[in-house]
C-alpha cells in the first residue's frame, strides 16, 4: 500500500491529526522515503533509530531491510497506533520517549529519520555524540544549506563550524512541501552526515569550542581580534582576561574575519584560547 493510501486508512480508523506543537508533518513521497533508506544503506545487520516515526510511514520502510527498527516517539496516540498496526512486527521496538532525554543503546550503528524541524539543532548535535556509522535525516531547507555552507557564504555560521569539525556533511537532495500531509511552510532536504572518528575531531574541549564559535559568530564581518572582545563575556570571566588571552594569540588569526574562518581554523584558534586560559 502506497503511503498516501496507508495514511489515509490510519487517519479514516483513528482519527489522526497531525500537532503543530509537535511538528508533524507525515511524508508520503514514497520516492523520497526509499531514497532514504538506500542513502543509508541500510542492511539487515544494522540497527536503526528513527527519531519521531509518527503513524510509521518510513518506519514500514526501515523494517523490510533492517535487522532492527527502534522508533521513538514522544506523542502517546501515534504510539498506540503504531503499537496496534506495526507491533506485531519481531524486528520493531517502539519506545514513547523524548529523544533528547532517550538514552540511545549501544547497538545502534544508523539513524533515519523525519525530524521535528523546531529542534533540529539540539537532535543533530546529540546524534553527533553517538557512535554511529551514518545518519540520514530531512532538514527544513534553510537550516541544511547552512550545514553545508562554505566559508564566505552568507549562511556560513556557528553551525557550519561546529557540524563539520565533527561529521563529513552531505546535502542529498530537495523535498518538496507537496510531499509532506499537511504541507510544511518551509522546503526541505535530506542530508548524510558521517560522524567523524575520534582521533580526526578538534583537540579540543567542547565547551571551549562552542563558546569560543558563540563568540565568534556574533560578530562574523569583524575581525577575530574585535568578535572575541565584543563577546568576551562568552568565553572569558571578564574583558580584562580576554585582553589578556589575545596577545598570547597568533596575529594572523586575530586578524582575519570569522565569516572566512574554515572550520579547521577556529577549531585551531579554540584550542590556543584553550590553553592560553590555562
Not at 9 to 21: A, C, F, M, V, W
Not at 134 to 143: D, G, I, K, N, W
Not at 174 to 186: C, S
Request: with cysteine.
Amino acid at each position: 500500500m502506497r503511503s498516501v493510501e496507508y495514511l489515509a486508512y490510519l487517519r479514516s480508523k483513528y482519527g489522526i491529526r497531525p500537532k503543530r506543537r509537535l511538528g508533524q508533518h507525515f511524508m508520503v513521497d514514497d520516492n523520497i522515503l526509499e531514497f532514504m533508506v538506500e542513502a543509508a544503506e541500510v542492511r539487515e545487520d544494522d540497527v536503526v533509530l528513527e527519531i519521531g516515526p509518527g503513524p510509521g510511514l518510513l518506519t514500514r520502510y526501515l523494517m523490510t531491510r533492517a535487522g532492527r527498527v527502534i522508533a521513538v516517539e514522544l506523542d502517546e496516540r501515534m504510539v498506540e497506533i503504531l503499537e496496534r498496526e506495526l507491533g506485531e512486527a519481531s524486528n520493531l521496538e517502539i519506545v514513547r520517549a523524548d529523544f533528547l532525554e532517550y538514552d540511545v543503546p549501544d547497538d545502534v550503528n544508523k539513524v533515519v529519520a523525519n525530524i521535528p524541524y523546531n529542534i533540529s539543532s539540539p537532535i543533530t548535535f546529540k546524534l553527533l555524540e553517538l557512535d554511529i556509522d551514518v545518519a540520514v535525516l530531512t532538514y527544513q531547507r534553510e537550516f541544511a544549506e547552512r550545514m553545508v555552507a562554505e566559508p564566505g557564504s552568507k549562511k556560513y555560521s556557528r553551525l557550519t563550524v561546529m557540524v563539520k569539525l565533527l561529521a563529513d556533511v552531505e546535502l542529498l537532495r530537495g523535498v518538496p512541501r507537496r510531499a509532506f500531509i499537511p504541507p510544511p511552510r518551509v522546503s526541505s532536504s535530506v542530508v548524510r552526515l558521517t560522524p567523524k572518528p575520534e582521533e580526526e575531531r578538534p583537540d579540543v574541549d567542547p565547551d571551549t569550542l562552542e563558546s569560543v564559535c558563540r563568540a565568534l559568530f556574533q560578530h562574523k564581518n569583524k575581525t577575530v581580534r574585535n568578535a572575541l572582545l565584543l563577546s568576551a563575556h562568552e568565553w572569558a570571566t571578564d574583558r580584562e582576561q580576554a585582553r589578556e588571552v589575545l596577545e598570547k594569540l597568533p596575529e594572523d588569526l586575530l586578524s582575519e574575519r570569522p565569516l572566512h574562518l574554515p572550520p579547521e581554523r577556529v577549531a585551531e584558534l579554540a584550542a590556543a584560547i584553550e590553553s592560553a586560559l590555562g
